[in-house]
């Protein structure tokens, strides 16, 4: 019995008992990387990191069926589904960033989430070795790389300055003047205007 559920697993083929071990192989790979983002206190958790490798997953086996189930289908592209979900993933990402009001943190939140949804397509593929492997190299660059930097990054954290103004202003070398006799170097900067309300947000990060 244990053979035949091994080879339904390994079938190229969408079965039932194979599906159903890929999803829970992907709920779990997922639920490991989010388990390490909430640890860093980020909003996006295991559940999000779950659903989002698990509906790659399922996306995967759909694109894989239908060709499967419907071989007499013209003009099917099996890979249009699993295809649409790198590029719909990363409404997801942009929310976990829009979500910092303005602070660069939220990228490394963002690129796991991307990268969560491809170790969900690299599952529903079957390709079981390069997933789980993909899941472990992501914790060693969230974990490893995290300490390197506060070594030797030590004192060069990035921080927002955000000023709003009462008006509609365009020019912002009034602020730099001012920066730069303060000392303070400005990485780069950008603006939202409201014409509404008629004022100015300037975010200076420096």
Same mark, same amino acid.
């Given at each position: 019995?244990?053979?035949?559920?091994?080879?339904?697993?390994?079938?190229?083929?969408?079965?039932?008992?194979?599906?159903?071990?890929?999803?829970?192989?992907?709920?779990?790979?997922?639920?490991?990387? &989010?388990?390490?983002?909430?640890? =860093? !206190?980020? #909003?996006? %958790?295991?559940? @999000?990191? *779950?659903? /989002?490798?698990?509906? $790659?997953?399922?996306?995967?086996?759909?694109?894989?069926?239908?060709?499967?189930?419907?071989?007499?289908?013209?003009?099917?592209?099996?890979?249009?589904?699993?295809?649409?979900?790198?590029?719909?993933?990363?409404?997801?990402?942009? &929310?976990?960033?829009?979500?910092? =009001? !303005?602070? #660069?943190? %939220?990228?490394? @939140?963002? *690129?796991? /989430?991307?990268?969560? $949804?491809?170790?969900?397509?690299?599952?529903?593929?079957?390709?079981?070795?390069?997933?789980?492997?993909?899941?472990?190299?992501?914790?060693?660059?969230?974990?490893?790389?995290?300490?390197?930097?506060?070594?030797?990054?030590?004192?060069?954290?990035?921080?927002?300055?955000?000023?709003? #103004?009462?008006?509609?202003?365009?020019?912002?070398?009034?602020?730099?003047?001012?920066?730069?006799?303060?000392?303070?170097?400005?990485?780069?900067?950008?603006?939202?205007?409201?014409?509404?309300?008629?004022?100015?947000?300037?975010?200076?990060?420096?």
């Amino acid at each position: 019995m244990l053979n035949e559920i091994y080879t339904q697993i390994c079938a190229s083929e969408v079965n039932s008992i194979g599906a159903i071990y890929k999803l829970f192989v992907s709920l779990l790979l997922g639920g490991v990387i &989010g388990f390490e983002r909430r640890q =860093k !206190g980020q #909003v996006a %958790g295991m559940r @999000t990191f *779950a659903l /989002i490798s698990t509906g $790659a997953t399922l996306a995967m086996l759909v694109s894989i069926y239908i060709p499967q189930e419907y071989m007499g289908l013209k003009n099917g592209d099996p890979g249009r589904i699993a295809a649409q979900v790198i590029s719909g993933i990363g409404f997801l990402g942009a &929310g976990a960033i829009i979500q910092m =009001k !303005g602070s #660069v943190k %939220g990228l490394t @939140t963002a *690129a796991g /989430i991307w990268m969560t $949804a491809c170790i969900g397509l690299a599952v529903g593929a079957g390709m079981f070795v390069i997933a789980t492997a993909a899941c472990i190299l992501i914790i060693a660059i969230l974990k490893a790389f995290e300490f390197f930097e506060k070594i030797f990054l030590r004192g060069r954290e990035q921080n927002v300055i955000r000023l709003k #103004v009462s008006r509609i202003v365009k020019d912002s070398s009034l602020y730099h003047d001012c920066f730069k006799k303060h000392h303070v170097h400005v990485s780069y900067e950008y603006l939202r205007y409201d014409y509404t309300e008629n004022f100015t947000t300037f975010n200076f990060i420096v």
